[in-house]
């Protein structure tokens, strides 16, 4: 991370040392920081950034009117396969496009399938059904007594 915001600390420690006539600790006054916090500008002006947040630097270059970069946010790669989906999400090898979703971003879940309609049986299907009953109705009126049919049969 260091890296990436090495600029920024140049161009934040240059700003500070414009600053410089006055005192470190009236700088962090004057910045509306603590007065403790003028060990850090003083780090920061002799380039010694290793122990400064980007979270600090940032709230500094508000404070001194300078642009402010978005913070990198830290996302954890799909284990199946290494790529950001989400953080902590998993796509199982699932093919298709990647997602790449902002920060803040809101998302909406898929809507659930819609069943099918209804269909309801037409009087042609009742008319056969009934039929198929009086079918097997007739058959076992005409079976002796005494002698049940099967399912088998």
Known sequence: ??????????QTSLSVAALRPRSYRRIATDLGLSPSAAGMLSDLVRG???HISAEHLCDLRRRLDL???PLPVPARPCPTCGIVHGDGLD???QP????IIPP????????????????????????????????LQT????????QAGTWQE
């Open 1 to 10: 991370m260091l890296a990436v915001f090495a600029d920024l600390y140049a």
């Open 91 to 93: 796509c199982h090898g």
């Open 104 to 135: 803040g971003a809101r998302i909406i879940p898929p809507s659930p399938r819609k069943r099918p309609p209804y269909k309801r049986p037409t009087w042609a299907m009742v008319r056969a059904l009934q039929a198929e009953i009086d079918r």
């Open 96 to 99: 298709g496009d990647v997602t």
């Open 48 to 50: 010694r950034y290793d």
């Open 67 to 69: 642009p402010v970069p």
């Open 139 to 146: 058959e076992l009126d005409q079976r002796p007594s005494g």
